[in-house]
């Protein structure tokens, strides 16, 4: 049975910084794309960022570049989301998913983590 299970969330003040990690069982994690997205309160699930099961290429949305760093640790299972300089409008709840890297959709996904910024 997979698993993909978001910790690190809180709440933090406006230009602070918080550490997402994401665990992901019962897959081949190396396999797999990991993907970060997050959805406000009244608004749509957006992507924040992205890293091939390889660790290459990593990619962002521009909302995030130069704030963001998304990380992996294929011995551990788990993908990062390093967040610095924290704006109020990165309040959301955060989702780890992942995606095999022979497909395009991301099948699975964790119950999110909630992020808020003060301030």
């Known amino acids: 049975q997979v698993q993909v299970v978001e910790s690190g969330g809180g709440l933090v003040q406006a230009g602070g910084s918080l550490r997402l990690s994401c665990a992901a069982s019962?897959?081949?994690?190396?396999?797999?794309?990991m993907g970060w997205f997050r959805q406000a309160p009244g608004k749509e699930r957006e992507f924040v960022a992205a890293?091939?099961?390889?660790?290459?290429?990593?990619s962002y949305a521009d909302s995030v570049k130069g704030r963001f760093t998304i990380s992996r640790d294929n011995t551990k299972n788990m993908a990062y989301l390093q967040m610095n300089s924290l704006k109020p409008d990165d309040t959301a709840v955060y989702y780890c998913?992942?995606?095999?890297?022979?497909?395009?959709?991301?099948?699975?996904w964790g119950q999110g983590t909630q992020v808020a910024v003060s301030l």
């Open positions: 890293i091939s099961w390889s660790g290459t290429g990593p």
């Open positions: 019962g897959l081949t994690f190396s396999s797999y794309t």
């Open positions: 998913a992942a995606r095999h890297r022979t497909q395009n959709k991301y099948y699975y």
